[in-house]
C-alpha cells in the first residue's frame, strides 16, 4: 500500500523511521506493506536516505491514485487544513499528529472523510504516544466517562518537576527546556497551556460526541508559577501539576486548565518530566489511567503509524466516530467548587474576617502569608478576593 508523509520536520521523518525500522512487523499485522511515495515538504533534504520521495506540491500526491494514506505532520491550521481537505476529497484517509487542526477543524474533516468513504483519524494529537483517542473512540463506549484529568503538556510537566526537584525558578527551567529541545522558541502554546487546552477540548469532544469549542475553556498556564509556591507546595505535601480536565456536571462538561496543587495521593501526583498520563473515570469501569511518552519524535510517530495500520485495515470503509457539529454548551465555570490556595500580604485577622476558616501553610516569610480556603464556588472566591484586595497569586487543589 502506498502512502504519503506531508512535514518532514521531528514528526514527519520519525514516522518514515518507524516505517522503514519496523516494516516487517507493521506487514506481519497487516498482511501488507506500507510503502512511503512521497514526502512533501518545502525545504531540501540532500542527504537524507528517502532524497529520491520528496515533492514540493501537494497536488502531486492528491493526483496519484495509487497513495490511499496520508499522513499529516506539519502542524498549524494553515495550510494543513487545505491540504488534508484535499486529501480526503480526493478519497485518501489521512492521519495527523496536530491538535491545532483538529481542535479547530477535526469535527468537519471527520464528515469530509466520512462523505468521501475514507477515514480521518488523529491518535497522535493528544498524549503522544499514549493510545488514548481509539481508547475512547473504541474501548470506553459503554460508560458514562464522569471525569478526564490529563498532564498532557510535556514541556511543561518536565519544566514543573525540575522546578519541584531542583528549586529553580521558571526562567531557568524554561531556557533548559529550550535547551533540550522540548519548549519552542516562542513557548507560549506550551506554558500558557493553549496546547493543553486544545487536547481537552478534543477529548471532550469525542466523549461528548460534540464540538467543544476550545476558546470557551477557561486557561491558566505556568508562566506565574515560582520556586515560592514550590516551598508552599513542599511544607503541604503537594506537588503542582498542569491539569487540562472535563468533569461531568449535569448533563453536560465543565472544562478547565489550570496549574493544581495535588496532594501526595492523587493519581497524577508522581507524572513527572516529559511524561504525560490522562486519569479517566467511568461510572462503570471507575478508575482508569494512561501513561506514556507524551511528545518526541518516535514515540508520536509510533502512534502515527498505527493509525496507518488502522486505515489500511479500513479501506473503503467508514470507521464511525461520535463528533457532530453541535456545539457542547459546556458546563458554568464560576460554579465549580474548590479549596484555594492564596499568598497574600494581608494579616490573619484580615484573611479570616473575608474567608472565615481558612488553614494556613506559613513559610515565615516576612511580607506574605499563605493559606487555604475551605471549598468555596469560583465565584465565591472571585468576589472574596476582591474584598481582600492584595492577593499575590492563588493555585486550585485538586
Ligand atoms: N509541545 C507538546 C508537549 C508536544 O510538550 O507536550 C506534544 O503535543
Redesign the pocket.
Known amino acids: 500500500m502506498k502512502v504519503a508523509i506531508m512535514g518532514y520536520g521531528t514528526i514527519g521523518s520519525g514516522v518514515a523511521k518507524v516505517l522503514d525500522v519496523n516494516r516487517d512487523v507493521i506487514a506481519d499485522h497487516l498482511g501488507d506493506t506500507l510503502d512511503l511515495k512521497y514526502i512533501l515538504d518545502l525545504r531540501d533534504f540532500p542527504d537524507d536516505p528517502h532524497k529520491d520521495l520528496f515533492v514540493k506540491d501537494y497536488m502531486d500526491i492528491v493526483n496519484d491514485s495509487e497513495v490511499q494514506i496520508v499522513v499529516e505532520t506539519m502542524g498549524g491550521v494553515n495550510p494543513a487544513y487545505e491540504f488534508v481537505k484535499a486529501m480526503l476529497l480526493a478519497g485518501k484517509s489521512v492521519t495527523t499528529s496536530n ?1 491545532a487542526l483538529v481542535a479547530d477543524k477535526g469535527v468537519e474533516l471527520t464528515k469530509i472523510a466520512a462523505e468521501h468513504n475514507c477515514n480521518f483519524v488523529f491518535e497522535a494529537a493528544v498524549g ?1 504516544g499514549i493510545p488514548i483517542i481509539r481508547t475512547i473512540n473504541a474501548c470506553l463506549t459503554a460508560d458514562i466517562i464522569e471525569e478526564v484529568s490529563a498532564i ?5 510537566n518536565y519544566m514543573l518537576t525540575k522546578m519541584e526537584k531542583n528549586g529553580s525558578d521558571y526562567a531557568d527551567v524554561l531556557k533548559e527546556a529550550q535547551d533540550l529541545g ?1 519548549a ?1 522558541k516562542d513557548p507560549t ?2 506554558v500558557e497551556g493553549f ?1 493543553s487546552c486544545r487536547k481537552i477540548a478534543i477529548l471532550t469532544s469525542l466523549i461528548t460526541g460534540h464540538q467543544v469549542k476550545f476558546e470557551k475553556i477557561p486557561t491558566q498556564g505556568i508562566s506565574k508559577i515560582s520556586a515560592v509556591d514550590f516551598k508552599y507546595a513542599k511544607a503541604m505535601n503537594r506537588s503542582i501539576k498542569l491539569l487540562a480536565r472535563a468533569v461531568k456536571t449535569g448533563d453536560t462538561y465543565t472544562c478547565r486548565v489550570a496549574p493544581f496543587m495535588l496532594p501526595e495521593d492523587h493519581t497524577l501526583f508522581h507524572v513527572s518530566g ?1 511524561m ?1 498520563a490522562v486519569y479517566i473515570r467511568g461510572n462503570m469501569l471507575g478508575d482508569s489511567m494512561y501513561y506514556g511518552a ?2 518526541g519524535s518516535l514515540p ?1 510517530a509510533s502512534a502515527v503509524a498505527a493509525d496507518m495500520v488502522f486505515l489500511a485495515r479500513n479501506t473503503n470503509r467508514v470507521v464511525p466516530v461520535k463528533w457532530d457539529e453541535q456545539e457542547l454548551a459546556i458546563g458554568d465555570n464560576m460554579a465549580e467548587t474548590y479549596r484555594f490556595f492564596v499568598r497574600t500580604g494581608a494579616s490573619q485577622s484580615e484573611i479570616e474576617e473575608v474567608f472565615g476558616n481558612v488553614e494556613y501553610a506559613n513559610l515565615d516569610l516576612d511580607d506574605e502569608t499563605g493559606f487555604v480556603t475551605e471549598m468555596i464556588s469560583e465565584s465565591s472566591f472571585e468576589q472574596l478576593s476582591k474584598s481582600l484586595g492584595e492577593i499575590k497569586s492563588y493555585i486550585r487543589l485538586a
Do not use: L, P
Open positions: 491538535k503522544g498532557c503538556n510535556g514541556t511543561t522540548y519552542e502554546a506550551d496546547d516529559v504525560n507524551g511528545a508520536t
